[in-house]
């Protein structure tokens, strides 16, 4: 799946799987939406009760992808389990600390 609006909330999302994916959102599936550039994430899940948003930003960096497959791009439970302790998702690239507030645009991701 192509980069998604990171306007949209819980609904939009939602209608985004719905719509584009073909899938109930109120079905207990995960699934990861990523930014443009790749430094921020999005997951939304249905806990049973209501939709859930979690919201990732890198201060540094940028995650890693797998490849795309049929217009969705899976991740193993392993890979998942990095986005949801924070660390990575395959492997993140680092980059310099983000400048102070106000002092510029964030910097760009490099690869070691």
Known sequence: MRPVDFRRGHDGLAATIQNELGLDPHSGLTVVFRSKRGDRIKVLVWDGTGLVLIYKRLE????????????VMRLSRAQFEALNSI????????????????????????TL
Not at 60 to 71: H, R
Not at 88 to 101: F, L
């Open 87 to 110: 660390a990575s998702c395959a492997e993140v690239r680092r980059a310099a600390p983000p400048s102070a507030p106000g002092q510029g645009k964030r910097p760009r991701s490099s």
């Open 60 to 71: 540094a960096g940028s995650f890693t992808w797998p490849k795309v497959q049929d217009g």
